[in-house]
């Protein structure tokens, strides 16, 4: 990621397993699951961001299989819907599907927001 994080869904599978063994019968929410990556938009004002996709479709496939295994996962939520302030980096990291240009405040949707929509 921009943030040097390493990408690993199968830690969110082996936590949702580890919630239902330990808590059975909780339903369960994923919440602010996301990545940073550098994406700006191309010379068409389009924004193409295929490492977010991929981190995506990794995590939302791990949770449909800790469903299939028997978790009582609820729903699921990506971090974040639009590039914002993240308390640690300011405006540096981009996290968001949308991307906002902060001088002009034009919200762009990025391809991981049509892809998940």
Same mark, same amino acid.
Do not use: C
């Given at each position: $990621?921009? +943030?040097?994080?390493?990408?690993?869904?199968?830690?969110? &599978?082996?936590?949702?397993?580890?919630?239902?063994?330990?808590?059975?019968?909780?339903?369960?929410?994923?919440? #602010?699951?996301?990545?940073?990556?550098?994406?700006?938009?191309?010379?068409?004002?389009?924004?193409?961001?295929?490492?977010?996709?991929? &981190?995506?479709?990794?995590?939302?496939?791990?949770?449909? !299989?800790?469903?299939?295994?028997?978790?009582?996962?609820?729903? &699921?939520?990506?971090?974040?819907? +639009?590039?914002?302030? #993240?308390?640690?980096?300011?405006?540096?990291?981009?996290?968001?599907?949308?991307?906002?240009?902060?001088?002009? !405040? $034009?919200?762009?949707?990025?391809?991981?927001?049509?892809? &998940?929509?």
């Amino acid at each position: $990621t921009a +943030m040097g994080w390493p990408v690993d869904p199968t830690g969110l &599978y082996d936590l949702l397993m580890r919630f239902s063994r330990e808590a059975p019968g909780l339903p369960l929410l994923v919440t #602010e699951n996301g990545a940073a990556y550098e994406d700006a938009p191309d010379a068409d004002g389009v924004v193409h961001d295929p490492e977010r996709i991929a &981190y995506l479709h990794a995590h939302l496939d791990a949770t449909r !299989q800790a469903i299939t295994d028997g978790a009582d996962v609820r729903g &699921y939520f990506l971090w974040s819907f +639009m590039d914002n302030f #993240e308390w640690a980096y300011g405006y540096a990291k981009r996290f968001g599907i949308v991307r906002v240009d902060y001088d002009t !405040q $034009t919200r762009t949707p990025k391809s991981s927001a049509h892809w &998940y929509s």
